[in-house]
């Protein structure tokens, strides 16, 4: 079974200024993708960025990149230049490309922003 | 290109009856699966759908069933509801299974 660990429940962060979100993931499986997604307090779940077990080169969309670790298993997330909109809770989250209906989320950060 | 559409957007049932959740995926994909969301357990994966297919299924009783029609649309329903049930369900669609394009939810209560 896949895991994911987000281990910081609540991050700060003040405007302009750039975040790490951590996970880190558990499987014995070589193909894989690792997600991220955002939940503003509206409740839907926005996706932000994905990167593929064999990319090699990390991957960037807008303000977000995804810093890929694979010996260490990890794939944080960093935002760079915080908005005030970025505020909301982040989901880290893992599939197999084997079966790529099933993803496995993380618990999540809650990120806020200050002005 | 309309998003996830998820009706009804709230709602409140009693111990023991059942509800039929709502979704309509995203034009052309035809991969669709549910989460439910709650403070306790965080997103769970409940199932997905391909092709009016169950094709993936999680750790959730019989009481949790769904089904996909023809043009993709998918319901779920819970029956004899418990209070535990009172969650936020999402319903997701993709075309090849990700990545995730999410509805807004419904939230239901169960008292």
């Known amino acids: 079974a896949q895991k994911i660990t987000q281990t910081q429940p609540g991050m700060f962060v003040q405007e302009k200024e750039a975040v790490t979100l951590d996970c880190t993931y558990d499987t014995s499986d070589q193909s894989y993708g690792l997600f991220w997604y955002k939940q503003p307090s509206s409740g839907e779940m926005i996706f932000l960025i994905y990167?593929?077990?064999?990319?090699?080169q990390n991957a960037t969309e807008g303000r977000y990149s995804l810093n890929f670790q694979k010996a260490r298993k990890s794939a944080n997330l960093v935002i760079s230049a915080s908005q005030l909109g970025d505020s909301a809770m982040y989901f880290c989250?893992?599939?197999?490309?084997?079966?790529?209906?099933?993803?496995?989320f993380g618990d999540g950060t809650t990120l806020t922003v200050k002005p | 290109k309309a998003g996830v559409t998820q009706t009804p957007r709230y709602l409140i049932k009693t111990r023991g009856q059942q509800v039929t959740l709502s979704c309509s995926p995203i034009s052309g994909h035809r991969s669709v699966s549910w989460y439910q969301q709650t403070p306790g357990q965080g997103l769970q994966f409940l199932f997905e759908y391909f092709s009016e297919t169950q094709r993936n299924k999680g750790n959730f009783p019989g009481r949790f069933s769904g089904r996909q029609f023809s043009n993709s649309r998918s319901e779920m329903n819970v029956s004899t509801l418990e209070l535990g049930d009172s969650a936020l369900y999402l319903c997701a669609s993709s075309l090849r299974g990700s990545p995730l394009h999410f509805g807004n939810g419904t939230r239901l209560t169960v008292t």
């Open positions: 990167q593929g077990s064999y990319d090699e």
């Open positions: 989250a893992i599939n197999l490309v084997r079966n790529a209906g099933k993803s496995t």
